[in-house]
């Protein structure tokens, strides 16, 4: 059996994990009981730095910035005196410094005017202020923490007869109260222009004009127009219901997968296969999966559903699928995420599979702890804001699907508009890039007539993205064609989806079909496969997955087809 000792060399965070979990309940009511956490010595060395520099605020207050963050009470008068002086741009001389504190307390409560000067005498230099604010910050939070994990419990113990609401209101509270707590520590240190300068020119330089600076969404003039997608931003991608937004979400994390940058001729980027995260709040797992299968295989989603394919399309979605197999595509269906339990999440998801880019379908389902009670829009703004913090916090692009309202439908044309997102004008101001989803067919879908005119032949099956907002870039119309019988949409002209990489394919390729089950009906192709070893790729397998080694269908299930599956690596 392994010791606390063996396992904190092995793994240090699983091991004080176990250890809180073991904690009695004796033992956490004697850890509530002691005196919080707190470093009176940091806090006068902090003092004494700012009292001595008071340049050295502007270097403190990314850390302390109230005098809450203390846990004397003398220590804080102190702290706000000096930064009232400091907003004032006076000295903190002690005649001054004494005048100020004055003004909260009586001198002789903070240890009179002796006091501030020991704490200049014993701080000659503020060089260490930075690392004394860290360590008071550390031990404010640790307090905060400890009177919020009390507060909480007080609100659970009095729960009483509370139904299920009444509980998941409790919850979301504490996710709140936890996420205020774990917001503050959250900050970037500045940096010179010359260095970020530096990282620049040196992206300039190796730029030549034809390389995306982000990764492709394989839709060749939305990648032309973006640059593709860019670590830290939020794109939004809206649209009325039944619209293709999830579906063309599910393309561009296809595509990405499969080489967001790689090699083709339109992007010219090298290979850099990305790991991509999708989070389904509205379709489960298996709904996302059976949609990329569609998507990708070309196979009729009807017919997966309803289990009609023929022998031929059924061996051609299997072949397909151990393709689609390879593609770095996690998916998490959890449903009812509050933005806490998203980012959460997100960060256990880059950790454990080092995705590069999210998918978050949708917005509006999500919801923001200890703002239920608030009126929508506040929900929902928070809710922006909280994808906007978590995308520049992980540097990974998230696209966030969002609901439009029915503004667009009751205009001539049906058109959408920025406008139109549905509770907040947060979610603009917030975006990088808002894109919206346009099919003027969907609209005359009942009118046959519509669809025969010949002034309306370029709009059957065509979508348009209107990207309405880029914050550092231009905006206009891409237009794509849509396949509803599967989903997926594609470029419209002049673009053949030829950049799966063949390693992919290769790998699909070195797998066994083994035909079973001889019934009255015909031959019934059922999946048995295993992987073979790669270095049987060079010898002829057992069983080929060409069409000529399956089982012949008979006569009358036999489809005209010319189809000789010699395009693996192309699903259509």
């Not at 008071?136 to 909480?152: C, F, P, Y």
């Not at 394989?218 to 032309?224: T, Y």
């Not at 806490?340 to 919801?367: E, P």
């Not at 299930?557 to 259509?572: A, G, K, Q």
Request: glycine share 6%; proline share 5%.
């Amino acid at each position: 059996m392994q010791t606390i000792l063996e396992m904190d060399e092995g793994n240090p965070r699983q091991s004080r994990r176990d250890k809180r979990q073991s904690r009695s309940a004796v033992e956490v009511k004697s850890i509530l009981e002691r005196q919080p956490p707190h470093s009176l010595s940091a806090e006068m060395a902090l003092l004494g730095a700012i009292i001595v520099d008071p340049s050295a605020v502007a270097e403190v207050l990314p850390y302390v910035s109230s005098s809450d963050d203390f846990f004397s009470d003398s220590h804080g008068i102190i702290f706000r005196s000096v930064i009232e002086l400091y907003e004032k741009h006076q000295s903190a001389d002690l005649v001054q410094l004494v005048e100020a504190v004055t003004k909260h307390t009586a001198i002789e409560n903070i240890g009179g005017p002796e006091f501030l000067v020991k704490l200049a005498e014993d701080s000659p230099t503020s060089a260490n202020a930075k690392y004394y604010a860290q360590i008071v910050a550390a031990k404010a939070r640790l307090r905060q923490l400890i009177q919020t994990a009390g507060t909480i419990a007080y609100e659970a113990h009095s729960a009483g007869e509370y139904d299920a609401e009444g509980v998941r209101q409790i919850i979301d509270w504490a996710e709140g109260e936890i996420f205020k707590i774990a917001e503050r520590d959250e900050k970037s240190d500045p940096q010179r222009l010359s260095e970020l300068l530096m990282a620049e020119i040196e992206r300039i330089e190796k730029s030549d004009g034809t390389r995306l600076l982000g990764l492709a969404t394989g839709f060749h003039d939305l990648d032309e127009m973006l640059s593709g997608l860019k670590g830290g931003e939020m794109l939004v991608l809206a649209g009325r219901p039944s619209m293709g937004k999830t579906a063309i979400a599910l393309n561009m994390a296809e595509q990405i997968a499969f080489g967001g940058r790689a090699p083709n001729e339109h992007t010219g980027n090298p290979k850099d296969h990305v790991a991509v995260g999708v989070f389904s709040l509205e379709m489960s797992k298996d709904a996302v999966t059976q949609r990329l299968v569609s998507s990708f295989t070309g196979a009729d989603s009807q017919k997966l559903r309803t289990g009609g394919l023929t022998k031929t399309e059924l061996t051609r979605v299997i072949q397909k699928s151990f393709i689609l197999g390879e593609a770095p595509i996690v998916i998490d269906d959890t449903p009812a995420l509050s933005i806490l339990g998203l980012r959460a999440r997100a960060r256990r998801m880059l950790a454990q599979h080092h995705v590069k880019c999210l998918v978050v379908d949708y917005l509006q389902l999500l919801s923001a702890p200890g703002l239920a009670r608030e009126s929508r829009q506040v929900e929902v703004s928070a809710i922006s804001r909280g994808i906007k913090a978590l995308a520049r916090e992980l540097n990974v692009p998230i696209i966030t699907l969002a609901q439009l309202n029915r503004g667009s439908e009751q205009r001539e044309g049906h058109r959408p508009r920025m406008s139109d997102l549905r509770e907040s004008g947060s979610i603009e101001q917030d975006a990088d890039v808002v894109m919206l989803i346009h099919r003027e067919d969907y609209y005359h879908r009942n009118d046959p007539s519509w669809a025969e005119d010949p002034e309306n032949a370029d709009k059957v099956g065509t979508a348009e993205l209107l990207v309405v907002k880029q914050r550092n870039g231009p905006t206009g119309v891409v237009k794509l064609k849509w396949n509803e019988n599967i989903t997926r949409f594609e470029n419209r002209v002049g673009y053949r989806r030829d950049d799966v990489p063949d390693e992919f394919v290769q790998r699909a390729r070195t797998i066994e079909a083994k035909p079973v089950a001889d019934t009255s009906q015909g031959i019934e192709f059922r999946s048995s496969f295993r992987k073979v070893d790669p270095d049987e790729a060079n010898h002829p397998p057992t069983h080929d997955i060409s069409a000529a080694a399956l089982p012949r269908e008979r006569d009358e299930d036999r489809e005209d087809t010319d189809d000789d599956f010699s395009d693996l690596p192309v699903p259509f």
